[in-house]
């Protein structure tokens, strides 16, 4: 079987950087354990990986003993949890993405001017909770259209617009348009990351050029499964976490394979789904 890759498939930059970040603690480490605030993705082959060399997670800085280390993940994290961290005597590891910290950055300094903070995106994101932590959690966070109608905008006030970074372009648009329609003092910074869109235009060049194709990832990540209704549309499309799941007879009909990958995929994955392709 022949098999192509997607350009952009797998780990986004701010991902790979910050999985590649904690692996080089995880290696070179003197103390038993290191912590992370959560799981670093959600992947369970990297996850357990991470563990067995060593990582702790928990979703409480509570729950993590004073003076240890602790690896920030891409997502970024409010900024009480530095405070609270340095309070307590730990080291930070801050893999925060720069793209995210960013956000936070304009969330803190427009807080700081006066501003009435807007995130568009879904309030239970670790990223949106972490911006919003950069606002005194006081931003007004909105995930569709309806939720507009029912905000009462203090017409003496002015507001700031951002999006979570993975935000859809085509939504945050209709949102900011129609913010406009309710706000006078209204600016607006668009802060979604590119990452994902590259990732769904190779998939769909990609499809375009094949016989099918495979889309590895999480059957529960909301990007991986973009990728496999995209290219659905287009070629016959299998979707997988691991190469367990891909039977040869299923490829009898193909010659062109082609792979993608969602987000939290690490390399080594796609590397075996590759191999394993090619012997097919
Ligand atoms: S999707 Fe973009 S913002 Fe999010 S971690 Fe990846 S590079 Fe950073």
Redesign the pocket.
């Known amino acids: 079987m022949e098999v192509k890759i997607a350009q952009n498939a797998g780990f986004?930059?701010?991902?790979k950087r910050a999985m590649q970040t904690a692996w080089d603690e995880l290696e070179n480490k003197t103390e038993d354990k290191i912590y992370s605030l959560g799981p670093l993705i959600h992947n369970k082959q990297a996850v357990d990986k991470y563990k067995e060399k060593g990582l702790v997670e928990h979703d409480d800085l509570d729950n993590i003993p004073s003076d240890s280390k602790l690896i920030i993940r891409?997502h970024g994290v409010a900024e009480k949890v530095y405070t609270d961290s340095k309070s307590r005597n730990m080291e930070i590891v801050d893999t925060t993405?720069p793209?995210?910290k960013k956000i936070h950055n304009i969330a803190k300094d427009y807080y700081e001017k006066g501003y009435k903070i807007i995130i568009v995106g879904n309030p239970t994101h670790p990223e949106i909770i972490g911006i919003n932590g950069w606002c005194n959690n006081e931003a007004i966070i909105i995930s569709s259209l309806e939720e507009i109608d029912n905000i009462t905008f203090d017409p003496t006030e002015l507001y700031h617009v951002v999006s979570q970074?993975?935000a859809n372009l085509e939504l945050f648009d209709k949102i900011v348009e129609k913010l406009k329609t309710k706000i006078d003092n209204l600016t607006v910074q668009n802060t979604i990351?590119s990452?994902?869109k590259e990732r769904q235009l190779s998939a769909i060049d990609l499809a375009k050029e094949v016989d099918c194709m495979v889309v590895i990832g999480g059957k529960h990540s909301s990007n991986t499964q973009k990728l496999v209704n995209i290219c659905k549309e287009i070629v016959p499309t299998f979707s997988i976490e691991t190469k367990d799941e891909l039977e040869k007879e299923a490829f009898a009909a193909f010659k062109v394979a082609g792979v993608t990958a969602g987000?939290s995929t690490p390399d080594w994955i796609i590397d075996e789904v590759i191999e394993y392709l090619k012997e097919i």
């Open positions: 986004c930059f701010g991902v891409s993405c793209f995210v970074t993975t990351c990452a994902t987000a």
